[in-house]
């Protein structure tokens, strides 16, 4: 159903310039690295060089005794403060405890053994060099296929099998469709192990207030209320006493949807030492430290009818957890099986998940989490199904799509799809590549020798996160409006955007069902103290979950205005529109701006009326949102070196309504970028002893704009019914559409070699292999 | 990362043997090597300085000589830390006359750990055999 | 990315520069490469002397059939030199390929070959164009051939006390084409392999070609070999080829978590063999 609700007069789909973006591309934003207070100090960390070791003892002297050394903590110093948390709950889940600083073994190269605080930075650093620890290195595993094999290192020694835990998860009749099946086909995909390299790294400021027994902590973080919540449960204070201020936010991508032992450590540094201390992460300690996603080694195989029905998908998952669980990682893969069907019908699903401990830093959230390897896995199997069957990957695909008039749709792993026309954007992708023609295009290049490739893919999400009983920590959003005395309009909302541009789209919907100028409305996040309780911003949740609390905060206000307008004017009938509130029998009528000053004025009250213009809205979603597209690509692989050339890049995503276009294009170009990053450049090594050797960006290969395609991108509109807004959200849908296609396209291009499958990155050294093998 | 090659030594298979057990023509050899101190019987404790371009950083750390089969073959253990991370490298020296030469066969690991590790991934083979190739030019000098 | 405490000098002349870097403090020109090593301290030089604001380092001037460029000239100039961009367009185009925008803004060609990276861009092109490097001390100088300039894995003939001051290329003479190709190693820019070829064109056949190439090995070099099988022929593709296939021949070449050494091999033709067609093409 692609139909988009207008309205007259309305922001709402209009590509607004992000409000944000002066201060942002002018360098005057204040990030954690930005703030300044009198009697700062500085904490560096000191980091394991190795990935497992004994810690046979630590001496600081000769670090203390460095002129401006104020003060040194090692493990046992932090022995109260609680454990690094875990949100995630699985039955059985092995759960490491997870101190701020190591005490008496290090589990990844990277983990905290100390910290040294000064007077500044660069004496800090000096004092961490002289702080001399005794090693007894141990053994390390770092691939998660040899950390099951027997005999292998253990990486916690009370875990020796190195398993974390295992799940499992069926619906249907996998035997009898396996059973019954005129095809099987099956394939291990890996989805490597990335590193989410935001432009700003960590940082956090500790400001302990000791005559106000109140802890104010500014961290670059997504989840301002939650790390409030487990920092102040870690350090024994009361939540009420703790401040968290996120800052302007350099990016984050999942990986500052967490909680770090440095955010811990701050505070109790600054409680300690009485005074302010700044760390900030170097962007070797970003790599080493910070979590990184993926990290998957999964086994597919697809049941399928001679007509290309798919029957039954079967998915054993290899997780690489790291050394720990930092907030989500064990529950990542569990939306990988959540989103193993993709957008086809079948019923029949068997999953494992084997989690697996390694000496490696934690992987965790990274944009799509889990949903990004389930696809990249379903639509190579339907790739690979079709060349099975010598099928066209258009035509299979839309034989297997849930049908439009099929939503709500109960899927095999128990979600419920709220509405889709999943042919649509497929269709409109061909349409634009004009697929046909493509494709003799394609077959006269193989005349000559090239070696060009069509791929696709057909993308689901998991977005809107979510309804709370299907959360770790509640999934509902909250917002305040106010409208001041002046009549300027001050929007409260507790998702916390890191360079989503909510400042834009929560201020047009306010503007819009106010009636008022878009550059009257403050779009104000990320303070505890300012702000009401919130969960934050990740899974593609901000617009669809606190976007929506925005919009029932404003209905609840504009029938206070009502309200207070009818009794200004003396009405008993009374419409808002367009910024003013008319007695719809005389016409007369009084602005926002008149009634908000008159309710605080509060010379006079309509009944049961509180003076005051303000409302708060907790919004619980009914359900998630499950957002589609398409993505095609054409690649041409260089024959003499293996390079790939992305030639064209067509994305059609359906993110239901769409409120600002500029937005929401550049959301798809970025996750476009990532997910190439991942197709083609991106992959954290570690070599066998644990040591992360792309450990700079000198080795670890961020796309950068000249190595991206131009990026042809449109939509089809429908609609989710889980919101009034009928936004399901995009963060996250290019980088998940984008890899499958990527990859499809280049098999495609080497499939007359007899190329059926390639793992990430598709490397031009990898690719020249293949060629060469072929030969 | 493994690393295997072959060099050779200006003397007779049984002087070569020698020299390389001799802690003094080792000092002498060993790129940046400041001093060798034997601890124990074929155990030395080194300071030393390496220096690659614009790298540079004072390691400390153990020489071990074992598995010796003179004048044919022995072991020799390597390793040091400094503030820019680690080193370890160990493997098997094969020693083969040739005329009136030795051909000296090598074949270990070399691990790094630390910064150098994040950093130098792409320098650690060329710098080793650079190191490597050093050592014999100097033993061949003694 | 926080730096050891360090002294630093900016001196107003190259004398003044020189007798501090006699004295063992460390020249800083454009520091693309000596600062990040410092803020990883991997470097900790207890003295800089700044260079890269010498105006005596910074000039690109024709003399005698030759062109001289001080070591402080950017990438960026090199690259833009309306002067070298007509009479030595190969070392603007290797130019145009070192980083991106910000570092081809800063760092120096001076700075660059003193490093001596084994991935850097400009020593094939100093290779194929057969530059001449002066080296200045505080009380020396002297003229070194590239070939014997870089000696291995940033080693090269510099003397301590000693800087790149100038760089000499010649004036390419009629009938003559150039061009650098390479393949990038996507998260440095660095050349996985870089390829420079120079030929000259004489009454139909190939009079002169030149190869320098970078990445391959410990160091850049020219591919002796495979210019000589090039010279005095008619410069047919099955010629290029062939000559391409030689780059490699015998090298001991780099093997890293970017390129095997197999495949570097395998890339050296490949890159030869599109700038010497490169090349040819432009010596019309």
Same mark, same amino acid.
């Given at each position: 159903?692609?139909?988009?609700?207008t309205?007259p007069?309305t922001l709402?789909?209009k590509?607004?310039?992000?409000?944000?973006?002066p201060?942002?591309i002018?360098?005057?934003?204040?990030y954690?690295e930005?703030?300044?207070m009198p009697?700062?100090h500085y904490?560096?960390?000191?980091r394991s060089p190795?990935?497992?070791?004994?810690?046979?003892?630590i001496?600081?002297?000769?670090?203390?005794?460095?002129?401006?050394v104020?003060?040194?903590?090692?493990g046992?110093d932090?022995?109260k403060?609680?454990?690094?948390?875990?949100g995630?709950?699985?039955?059985?889940?092995?759960v490491p405890n997870?101190?701020i600083?190591?005490?008496?073994r290090v589990?990844?190269?990277?983990?905290?053994?100390?910290?040294?605080?000064?007077?500044?930075?660069?004496i800090?650093?000096?004092a961490?060099?002289?702080v001399?620890?005794d090693?007894?290195?141990?053994k390390a595993?770092?691939?998660?296929?040899k950390?099951l094999?027997?005999g292998?290192p253990?990486?916690?020694?009370?875990?020796?099998?190195?398993k974390?835990?295992? +799940?499992?998860q069926e619906?249907?009749d996998i035997?009898?469709?396996f059973?019954?099946?005129?095809v099987?086909?099956k394939q291990?995909?890996l989805?490597?192990?990335?590193?989410?390299t935001?432009?700003e790294?960590?940082?956090?400021v500790a400001?302990?207030r000791?005559?106000?027994r109140?802890l104010n902590?500014y961290?670059?973080?997504?989840i301002p209320?939650l790390?409030?919540?487990?920092?102040?449960?870690?350090?024994?204070?009361?939540?009420?006493r703790?401040r968290v201020?996120?800052?302007?936010?350099g990016?984050g991508?999942?990986?500052k949807?967490?909680?770090?032992?440095e955010e811990?450590?701050?505070?109790?540094?600054?409680m300690?030492?009485n005074?302010?201390?700044k760390w900030?992460e170097?962007?070797?300690?970003?790599?080493l430290?910070?979590?990184?996603?993926r990290?998957?080694?999964d086994d597919y195989?697809?049941s399928?009818k001679?007509?290309g029905?798919i029957t039954?998908i079967?998915?054993r998952?290899?997780q690489?957890?790291g050394?720990?669980h930092q !907030? !989500?990682t064990?529950?990542i893969?569990? !939306?990988s099986?959540l989103?193993?069907?993709?957008?086809y019908?079948?019923?029949?699903i068997?999953a494992?998940?084997?989690?697996v401990?390694t000496n490696c830093?934690p992987?965790?959230?990274?944009?799509?989490?889990?949903?990004?390897?389930a696809?990249h896995?379903?639509e190579?199997?339907?790739?690979?199904?079709?060349?099975e069957?010598?099928?066209?990957?258009?035509?299979i695909?839309?034989?297997?799509?849930v049908?439009p008039?099929?939503?709500?749709f109960p899927?095999?792993t128990?979600l419920?799809?709220?509405?889709?026309?999943y042919a649509?954007?497929?269709k409109?992708?061909?349409?634009?590549?004009e697929y046909e023609?493509?494709?003799?295009e394609?077959?006269?290049?193989?005349?000559?020798g090239r070696?060009m490739g069509i791929?696709?893919?057909a993308?689901?999400e998991?977005?809107?996160?979510g309804?709370?009983p299907?959360?770790?920590?509640?999934?509902?959003?909250?917002a305040t409006?106010?409208?001041?005395?002046s009549?300027?309009?001050t929007v409260l909302?507790g998702?916390s955007?890191h360079g989503?541009?909510?400042e834009t789209?929560f201020a047009?919907?306010?503007?819009?069902?106010?009636?008022?100028?878009?550059?009257d409305?403050?779009?104000?996040?990320g303070d505890?103290a300012?702000v009401?309780?919130?969960?934050?911003?990740f899974?593609?949740?901000?617009?669809?979950?606190?976007?929506?609390?925005?919009? +029932?905060?404003?209905?609840?206000?504009?029938?206070?205005?009502?309200k +207070?307008?009818?009794?200004?004017l003396?009405?008993?009938?009374?419409t808002l529109?367009n910024?003013?509130?008319i007695?719809?029998?005389?016409g007369?009528?009084k602005?926002?701006?008149?009634i908000?000053?008159?309710s605080?004025?509060?010379?006079?009250?309509?009944?049961?009326t509180?003076?005051g213009?303000?409302?708060t809205?907790f919004?619980?979603?009914?359900?998630?949102?499950f957002p589609?597209?398409?993505?095609l690509?054409?690649t041409?692989?260089?024959r003499?070196?293996?390079?790939?050339?992305?030639?064209?890049y067509?994305a059609v995503?359906d993110?239901?309504?769409i409120?600002?276009?500029l937005?929401?294009?550049?959301?798809?170009?970025?996750?476009?970028?990532q997910g190439?990053g991942?197709a083609?450049y991106?992959?954290?090594?570690?070599?066998?002893?644990?040591?992360?050797i792309?450990?700079e960006?000198?080795?670890?290969a961020?796309?950068k704009a000249?190595?991206?395609p131009w990026i042809e991108s449109?939509?089809t509109v429908t609609p989710t019914?889980?919101?009034?807004?009928?936004?399901?959200g995009?963060?996250?849908?290019?980088t998940?559409?984008?890899s499958?296609?990527?990859?499809n396209?280049?098999v495609?291009?080497?499939s007359p070699l007899?190329?059926?499958?390639?793992?990430?990155?598709?490397?031009?050294?990898k690719i020249?292999?293949?060629?060469?093998?072929?030969? | 990362?493994?690393?295997?090659?072959?060099?050779?030594?200006p003397?007779p298979p049984?002087?070569s043997?020698?020299?390389m057990?001799?802690p003094?023509?080792?000092?002498r050899?060993?790129p940046?090597?400041e001093?060798?101190?034997?601890?124990?019987?074929?155990e030395y404790?080194?300071k030393?300085k390496?220096a690659l371009a614009?790298?540079s950083?004072?390691?400390?750390?153990?020489v071990?000589?074992?598995?010796q089969q003179?004048?044919?073959s022995f072991?020799?253990d390597v390793?040091?830390s400094?503030?820019i991370?680690?080193?370890?490298g160990g493997g098997v020296l094969?020693?083969?006359?040739?005329?009136?030469?030795?051909?000296?066969?090598?074949?270990?690991d070399v691990?790094?750990g630390?910064?150098?590790?994040?950093?130098?991934?792409?320098?650690i083979?060329?710098?080793?055999k650079?190191?490597i190739?050093r050592f014999?030019?100097?033993?061949?000098a003694? | 990315?926080i730096?050891?405490?360090?002294?630093?000098t900016?001196?107003?002349?190259l004398?003044?520069?020189?007798a501090?870097?006699?004295?063992?403090?460390?020249?800083l020109?454009?520091?693309m490469?000596?600062?990040?090593?410092?803020k990883?301290?991997?470097a900790a030089?207890e003295?800089l002397v700044?260079?890269g604001?010498?105006?005596e380092l910074?000039y690109i001037?024709?003399?005698a059939?030759a062109?001289?460029?001080?070591?402080?000239?950017?990438h960026y100039?090199?690259e833009?030199?309306p002067?070298l961009?007509?009479?030595?367009?190969?070392?603007?185009?290797?130019?145009a390929h070192i980083?991106?925008?910000q570092?081809?803004n800063?760092g120096t060609i001076g700075?660059?070959?003193?490093?001596a990276?084994?991935s850097?861009?400009?020593?094939?092109a100093?290779q194929?164009?057969e530059?001449k490097?002066?080296?200045?001390g505080?009380?020396?100088?002297r003229?070194?051939a590239?070939?014997?300039f870089?000696?291995?894995?940033?080693a090269?003939?510099l003397?301590p006390?000693?800087?790149?001051s100038e760089?000499i290329v010649p004036?390419?003479e009629a009938?003559?084409g150039a061009?650098?190709?390479k393949m990038?190693?996507?998260?440095?820019?660095?050349?996985?392999?870089g390829?420079?070829?120079r030929?000259r064109r004489?009454?139909?056949k190939i009079?002169m070609?030149?190869i320098?190439?970078?990445?391959l090995?410990g160091r850049?070099f020219?591919?002796t070999a495979a210019e000589?099988a090039?010279e005095?022929?008619?410069?047919?593709?099955?010629?290029?080829?062939a000559?391409?296939?030689l780059?490699a021949q015998?090298v001991?070449a780099n093997s890293?978590?970017h390129a095997s050494?197999?495949?570097?091999k395998h890339?050296a033709?490949v890159?030869?063999g599109?700038?010497?067609?490169?090349?040819l093409a432009r010596?019309a």
């Amino acid at each position: 159903m692609a139909t988009t609700i207008t309205r007259p007069k309305t922001l709402i789909g209009k590509a607004i310039r992000r409000r944000e973006d002066p201060r942002l591309i002018t360098g005057t934003a204040t990030y954690v690295e930005d703030i300044k207070m009198p009697g700062m100090h500085y904490a560096v960390v000191v980091r394991s060089p190795h990935a497992a070791a004994k810690i046979r003892s630590i001496d600081t002297s000769k670090a203390a005794a460095r002129p401006g050394v104020v003060a040194i903590f090692t493990g046992q110093d932090v022995s109260k403060v609680g454990p690094v948390p875990c949100g995630a709950s699985l039955p059985g889940l092995r759960v490491p405890n997870h101190t701020i600083l190591a005490t008496d073994r290090v589990y990844y190269a990277g983990h905290p053994v100390a910290v040294v605080v000064a007077t500044d930075r660069y004496i800090a650093a000096d004092a961490a060099d002289d702080v001399e620890v005794d090693w007894e290195v141990l053994k390390a595993v770092a691939d998660p296929l040899k950390a099951l094999e027997p005999g292998a290192p253990a990486v916690h020694p009370q875990w020796p099998d190195n398993k974390a835990f295992d +799940f499992h998860q069926e619906h249907g009749d996998i035997d009898k469709a396996f059973a019954e099946a005129d095809v099987i086909v099956k394939q291990r995909i890996l989805s490597q192990r990335l590193i989410p390299t935001p432009m700003e790294t960590r940082g956090v400021v500790a400001e302990w207030r000791a005559a106000d027994r109140a802890l104010n902590l500014y961290s670059s973080t997504q989840i301002p209320h939650l790390l409030r919540s487990m920092v102040a449960q870690m350090l024994g204070l009361e939540e009420n006493r703790l401040r968290v201020v996120a800052p302007e936010v350099g990016g984050g991508f999942g990986c500052k949807l967490n909680v770090y032992a440095e955010e811990a450590l701050m505070g109790f540094v600054a409680m300690k030492i009485n005074k302010p201390v700044k760390w900030i992460e170097t962007r070797r300690e970003n790599y080493l430290t910070t979590i990184h996603g993926r990290g998957h080694v999964d086994d597919y195989e697809l049941s399928a009818k001679r007509d290309g029905t798919i029957t039954g998908i079967k998915l054993r998952i290899i997780q690489d957890l790291g050394a720990y669980h930092q !907030l !989500l990682t064990p529950a990542i893969p569990t !939306l990988s099986v959540l989103m193993m069907p993709g957008l086809y019908k079948t019923q029949n699903i068997f999953a494992d998940i084997v989690g697996v401990f390694t000496n490696c830093v934690p992987t965790d959230a990274y944009r799509g989490a889990g949903r990004p390897e389930a696809t990249h896995g379903i639509e190579r199997m339907v790739d690979i199904l079709a060349a099975e069957l010598k099928m066209d990957p258009a035509e299979i695909r839309l034989k297997n799509f849930v049908q439009p008039n099929e939503f709500p749709f109960p899927t095999a792993t128990g979600l419920i799809y709220d509405s889709g026309d999943y042919a649509a954007p497929l269709k409109k992708a061909l349409d634009i590549a004009e697929y046909e023609k493509l494709r003799r295009e394609q077959s006269e290049s193989r005349k000559q020798g090239r070696l060009m490739g069509i791929g696709m893919s057909a993308y689901g999400e998991i977005c809107a996160f979510g309804p709370s009983p299907a959360t770790p920590a509640g999934g509902w959003e909250s917002a305040t409006v106010k409208i001041e005395p002046s009549g300027k309009v001050t929007v409260l909302t507790g998702t916390s955007p890191h360079g989503q541009g909510e400042e834009t789209t929560f201020a047009q919907i306010a503007a819009d069902e106010l009636g008022v100028d878009i550059d009257d409305v403050l779009v104000v996040h990320g303070d505890t103290a300012l702000v009401q309780y919130g969960i934050g911003t990740f899974g593609s949740r901000a617009t669809a979950v606190g976007g929506t609390a925005v919009y +029932f905060a404003l209905q609840d206000l504009k029938a206070k205005i009502k309200k +207070f307008g009818a009794m200004l004017l003396n009405s008993d009938d009374v419409t808002l529109a367009n910024g003013q509130c008319i007695d719809n029998k005389t016409g007369a009528s009084k602005s926002v701006q008149e009634i908000a000053a008159a309710s605080y004025r509060a010379m006079q009250l309509p009944p049961n009326t509180e003076p005051g213009m303000v409302s708060t809205h907790f919004w619980e979603p009914p359900n998630f949102t499950f957002p589609f597209g398409a993505h095609l690509v054409v690649t041409e692989v260089d024959r003499d070196t293996g390079a790939v050339k992305v030639v064209r890049y067509i994305a059609v995503d359906d993110c239901g309504n769409i409120l600002n276009p500029l937005i929401v294009t550049g959301q798809v170009h970025g996750g476009v970028a990532q997910g190439i990053g991942q197709a083609l450049y991106e992959q954290a090594v570690y070599d066998e002893a644990g040591q992360l050797i792309t450990g700079e960006l000198m080795d670890y290969a961020v796309p950068k704009a000249h190595m991206l395609p131009w990026i042809e991108s449109d939509h089809t509109v429908t609609p989710t019914p889980v919101n009034p807004l009928g936004v399901k959200g995009v963060g996250e849908a290019g980088t998940i559409g984008c890899s499958p296609a990527v990859v499809n396209s280049v098999v495609d291009a080497l499939s007359p070699l007899g190329v059926k499958h390639i793992d990430m990155p598709m490397t031009p050294e990898k690719i020249w292999k293949l060629i060469r093998s072929a030969q | 990362m493994k690393i295997s090659g072959s060099q050779r030594l200006p003397f007779p298979p049984d002087q070569s043997y020698a020299l390389m057990q001799d802690p003094e023509a080792l000092a002498r050899a060993i790129p940046g090597c400041e001093s060798l101190e034997q601890t124990g019987e074929n155990e030395y404790r080194m300071k030393m300085k390496m220096a690659l371009a614009a790298f540079s950083g004072a390691f400390e750390g153990k020489v071990r000589i074992s598995e010796q089969q003179p004048p044919s073959s022995f072991r020799l253990d390597v390793e040091g830390s400094g503030k820019i991370g680690f080193v370890k490298g160990g493997g098997v020296l094969k020693l083969e006359p040739s005329e009136t030469e030795t051909v000296v066969n090598y074949d270990g690991d070399v691990q790094v750990g630390g910064t150098i590790a994040a950093v130098g991934q792409r320098l650690i083979e060329g710098a080793a055999k650079s190191m490597i190739q050093r050592f014999f030019e100097k033993l061949a000098a003694s | 990315m926080i730096p050891q405490t360090f002294d630093y000098t900016a001196p107003a002349t190259l004398d003044q520069a020189l007798a501090l870097i006699a004295q063992g403090a460390k020249p800083l020109a454009g520091g693309m490469s000596l600062i990040p090593m410092m803020k990883l301290r991997l470097a900790a030089p207890e003295h800089l002397v700044d260079i890269g604001r010498l105006k005596e380092l910074n000039y690109i001037r024709e003399d005698a059939g030759a062109l001289h460029l001080g070591a402080g000239c950017t990438h960026y100039e090199v690259e833009t030199s309306p002067l070298l961009r007509g009479k030595c367009p190969l070392l603007s185009e290797t130019a145009a390929h070192i980083g991106d925008v910000q570092v081809r803004n800063m760092g120096t060609i001076g700075g660059s070959i003193a490093h001596a990276d084994p991935s850097a861009d400009y020593p094939a092109a100093l290779q194929a164009l057969e530059a001449k490097i002066v080296l200045r001390g505080a009380q020396s100088q002297r003229t070194v051939a590239a070939s014997a300039f870089f000696l291995d894995t940033f080693a090269t003939a510099l003397e301590p006390g000693e800087i790149v001051s100038e760089i000499i290329v010649p004036v390419e003479e009629a009938g003559a084409g150039a061009s650098y190709q390479k393949m990038a190693q996507p998260a440095s820019g660095f050349a996985i392999v870089g390829v420079a070829a120079r030929l000259r064109r004489s009454g139909g056949k190939i009079a002169m070609a030149r190869i320098g190439v970078t990445g391959l090995a410990g160091r850049s070099f020219r591919a002796t070999a495979a210019e000589k099988a090039l010279e005095n022929t008619a410069g047919s593709a099955a010629e290029i080829q062939a000559a391409a296939a030689l780059v490699a021949q015998g090298v001991e070449a780099n093997s890293d978590l970017h390129a095997s050494a197999e495949y570097r091999k395998h890339l050296a033709a490949v890159y030869a063999g599109r700038a010497l067609f490169a090349a040819l093409a432009r010596t019309a």
